[in-house]
């Protein structure tokens, strides 16, 4: 390979998982080090790429210099980390690093609960999915109080589990737009409210705003993830043209607006 070779993240835009990368890579001062290239999740993938990924199709996938592939994305958190240990994000002493461990352990059921519930159709279980998203917080918040009482993040700095948490975060916004959904300002949540806000307004965490969230993620409210297209739509909100900045904020009731292409600004 020539010397100024590249990593490439093959990632689908606004991804969270990709965004995990985008801000270790932030924190390590490797922006330079990798080519993002988009991939349309709203056409089918390129043949050169289902082989590159041999078929597999869940994104982000890495590609090194000298053309291998690491898919996952914490897997890929480490592959940096380990390639690049200065600066090292994750902890260093090994109980500390076991702690944020445990915190990213509750990552999948986090980030799952929340997807269910702003993919929820059916009225008469919009409060079973926010009683089950209120739980998740809570488990979230009696760890942070138990193994940082004081602190804002887990530990001194934003670090690993700050890095796979913000993206879903910053993803929960169509939670609060959707489904009016909001932490309520009691004991039970001010820990994780505070670690959830700090992580938020973080420098390295900027890659994504609250309207381009809402706008993206219109179709996922309506029950179609993935780049799937509802009934009576030609375009997906996910599409990346016209850019979402150009399109219109869209309905926020969800159960009782099923918006069109042109009223979402996809119909150029
Ligand atoms: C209904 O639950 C969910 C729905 C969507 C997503 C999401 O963010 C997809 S982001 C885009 C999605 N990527 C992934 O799911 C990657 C997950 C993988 N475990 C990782 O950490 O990299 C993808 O490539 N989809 C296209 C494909 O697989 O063909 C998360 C959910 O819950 C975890």
């Known amino acids: 390979m020539t010397s100024d070779a590249r990593m490439i993240v093959y990632h689908i835009p ?6 995990r990368l985008e801000i270790l890579l932030d924190l ?11 991939v349309d999740i709203t056409v089918p993938r390129p043949d050169w790429l289902q082989q590159k990924l041999r078929n597999t199709t869940a994104l982000p996938a890495l590609e090194t210099e000298d053309g291998r592939i690491v898919k996952e994305s914490l897997v890929i958190l480490r592959y940096l980390e380990d390639r690049f240990p200065e600066p090292m994000i994750r902890q260093a002493d090994p109980y500390r690093h076991a702690v944020e461990n445990m915190l990213i352990a509750f990552e999948g ?3 799952t609960t929340g997807y269910r519930y702003v993919l929820n159709q059916d009225r008469d279980q919009r409060d079973a999915f926010r009683q089950a998203m209120l739980a998740q917080y809570r488990k979230l918040d009696d760890f942070l109080a138990h193994h ?10 934003f670090g690993l589990a700050e890095t796979v948490f913000t993206p879903m975060f910053m993803r929960f916004w169509f ?6 959904f909001a932490l309520p300002d009691t004991a039970d949540y001010a820990r994780v409210r505070r670690w959830r806000d700090a992580c938020m307004s973080h420098p390295a965490a900027r890659q994504v705003t609250h309207d381009e969230i ?12 993935n780049g799937a297209l509802l009934p009576g739509r030609r375009f997906s909100s996910f599409a990346f043209e016209p850019h979402w900045a150009t399109r219109p904020m869209p309905p926020r009731d969800k159960y009782g607006v099923s918006a069109t292409d042109t009223e979402l600004g996809l119909v150029v």
């Not at 390590?28 to 993002?36: H, I, R």
């Open 14 to 19: 606004v991804c969270p998982f990709s965004q």
């Open 28 to 38: 390590k001062g490797l922006k330079d080090a990798v080519t993002f290239h988009k």
């Open 214 to 225: 809402v706008k993206l993620y219109y179709d996922y409210a309506k029950g179609a993830g």
């Open 175 to 180: 939670l609060d737009y959707y489904e009016d």
């Open 109 to 111: 059921d986090f980030t």
């Open 148 to 157: 940082s009482p004081q602190g804002t993040f887990l530990f001194e700095e």
